[in-house]
């Protein structure tokens, strides 16, 4: 048996003796019954083809973890982030919008942990979409709550809660105890997902934790996201695949961090005898153009060259500046980030000149 050694992201260390390498990839081996190894645990992921559900989704596995991910059916292939995956987890479909199908899952997986990371999570669309992302952002957490009082309750249920949900801030920094003011229907769906929560634990006593993530990013981010289409932009202007990008408010402040690292701390979360709510962010804000500034300039360029600005893409209530205070999770959890903002937009538009110039190699154009 061999083991695969560090993901590289996370600087994880695959330690379970259930898992063996293939071709570069860990399987999975169920652990004999007698044979004195812990009892493999089970994950159930909703959400598992976005971004944070497939870093999640590979931190299990190096955990040696069983892993069920939720997909909704689509006509179209939405497995890029989970591809180098599949043949590790299984996949079940599933909608936070069908009452039914989140019972059948929790009644065949049995999970021990769940992670709730399904969502409409794009801000815009949230005010083209409000009531469909009531459904899904809101309404979705008490489905799933529902499912697991009917079948699992004693799943540990960890909710995807976010630092949106302060919105126009109160204080500064932003930690448990500052009072949500939220300015996006997102925002204030969140906020009905995270009091959910709280009050299934209340009521029911569920094992039921809610992360206020701040922003956390990376090679796997949506391209609709702002890192991201700056990262993918400078990448293709380097490489001469496009000229210029549109982007609206410049001055927005965020605390943005690197995903592997904020997986970790959801899992931290349900290793935990007592459920709690935890913020999750580095404790550093920095604006849009600071991280233009330093994506363009990783590739030799002047954003101020190649940025446009465009009062569309400006929002109809704007967050202007989150930052989060981490105390809770650093001294109950022992979490605390690893890869800071200027390392995190190098290695976005490295992630984005190595795509492209695949892309390109391969005929095609992002
Ligand atoms: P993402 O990349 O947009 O992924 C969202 C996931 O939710 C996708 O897998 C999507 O599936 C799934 N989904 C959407 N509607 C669904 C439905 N009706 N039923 C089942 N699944 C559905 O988001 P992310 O960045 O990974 O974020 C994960 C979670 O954390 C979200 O809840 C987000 O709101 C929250 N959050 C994110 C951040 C951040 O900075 N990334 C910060 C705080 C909180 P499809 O592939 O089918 O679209
Ligand atoms: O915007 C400004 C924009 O869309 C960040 C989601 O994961 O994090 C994310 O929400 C800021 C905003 O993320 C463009 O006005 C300027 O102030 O990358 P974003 P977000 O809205 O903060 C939270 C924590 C979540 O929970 C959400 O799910 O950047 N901005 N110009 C722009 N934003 C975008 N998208 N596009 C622009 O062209």
């Known amino acids: 048996m061999r083991i695969k050694g560090e993901c590289s992201r996370s600087g994880l260390r695959a330690r379970s003796a259930n898992i063996t390498a293939c071709k570069g990839f860990t399987t999975l081996a169920a652990p004999r019954a007698g044979s004195g190894h812990p009892r493999m645990k089970t994950a159930l992921i909703?959400?598992?083809t976005g971004q944070d559900g497939s870093h999640l989704a590979e931190f299990l596995l190096e955990k040696g973890y069983r892993v069920v991910g939720m997909a909704r059916r689509a006509s179209v292939d939405h497995n890029e982030r989970i591809a180098h995956l599949l043949d590790r987890?299984?996949?079940r479909q599933g909608d936070l919008l069908d009452q039914g199908s989140l019972v059948t899952i929790l009644e065949d997986v049995a999970p021990d942990e769940l992670y709730n990371l399904g969502a409409m999570s794009f801000v815009p669309t949230s005010w083209a979409q409000p009531v469909l992302t009531g459904e899904f952002t809101g309404i979705g957490v008490t489905?799933?709550?529902?499912?697991?009082?009917?079948?699992?309750?004693?799943?540990?249920f960890y909710?995807?809660?976010?630092?949106?949900?302060?919105?126009?801030?109160q204080e500064s920094p932003?930690?448990?105890k500052t009072p949500f003011w939220p300015r996006s229907p997102y925002g204030v769906a969140k906020v009905y997902g995270h009091w959910i929560t709280v009050n299934y634990r209340e009521s029911y006593g569920i094992h039921a934790s809610s992360g206020i993530l701040f922003n956390h990013e990376g090679p796997r981010r949506g391209l609709e996201f702002v890192t991201r289409k700056i990262s993918s932009a400078a990448a293709r202007i380097k490489l001469g695949l496009q000229e210029k990008v549109s982007l609206g408010n410049l001055d927005a402040r965020r605390d943005w961090?690197?995903?592997?690292d904020y997986v970790r701390a959801m899992w931290l979360m349900l290793q935990q005898d007592e459920p709690g709510d935890y913020v999750i962010a580095t404790g550093e804000a920095h604006t849009v153009r600071d991280f233009c500034q330093i994506a363009f300039e990783h590739v030799g360029l002047n954003f101020e060259d190649h940025v446009v600005l465009d009062p569309t893409l400006l929002r109809p209530a704007e967050v202007d500046t989150l930052l989060g205070d981490a105390t809770r999770a650093r001294n109950v959890l022992g979490w605390q980030p690893e890869v800071s903002f200027g390392d995190l937009a190098r290695l976005m538009v490295?992630?984005?000149?190595?795509l492209q110039r695949r892309l390109v190699g391969r005929g095609g154009d992002a």
Do not use: C, H, N, W
């Open 257 to 260: 961090g690197y995903a592997g």
């Open 159 to 169: 909710q995807a809660s976010s630092s949106e949900m302060f919105g126009k801030v």
């Open 89 to 91: 987890i299984e996949v």
């Open 46 to 48: 909703t959400g598992i």
């Open 350 to 354: 490295d992630a984005d000149v190595a």
């Open 174 to 176: 932003q930690s448990e």
């Open 143 to 156: 489905r799933i709550l529902e499912a697991v009082r009917a079948v699992k309750p004693d799943v540990r």
